[in-house]
């Protein structure tokens, strides 16, 4: 899916904890005194397309260095943020000394005052 979207396109990746048991049996297992073994739901879609996969706890950690590498793999498609130096948009916002300043404009009405 990375590979498919470098150019254009997004890959959207969701995980989240799963015992990928119905409550029932939870509860079941709850009261034989069992321990659940929660499990790692892992996602993938880009838009049209979508996988998932579940991880153990055992492997969960495997899994996470394999996911880091690929997302390291495939970094150079983002493109980085333009942003200008603060010093030259502070610059850029100043107006010049030299430059004709703008007149102002007088009403045409006469000010009318107090005879005395």
């Known amino acids: 899916m990375y590979e ?3 150019e254009k396109g997004s890959v959207w990746v969701t995980m989240k904890r799963s015992s990928l048991k119905n409550k029932v049996q939870l509860q079941k297992m709850e ?3 069992k321990e659940v073994e929660y499990r790692c739901l892992v996602r993938a ?3 049209k397309k979508s996988i ?4 153990s706890l055992k492997e969960y950690l495997k899994f996470q260095a394999s996911y880091a590498t690929v997302l390291k793999a495939h970094m150079h498609a983002l493109k980085k943020r333009e942003r200008k130096d603060r010093k030259k948009a502070a610059e850029a916002e100043k107006v010049p000394e030299n430059a004709p300043k703008k007149q102002k ?3 045409s009405k006469k000010s009318s005052g107090s005879k005395s």
């Open 52 to 55: 998932s996969t579940s991880v």
């Open 105 to 107: 404009k007088t009403s």
């Open 31 to 33: 009261k034989k005194g």
């Open 45 to 47: 879609s880009d838009g």
């Open 4 to 6: 498919k979207s470098t």
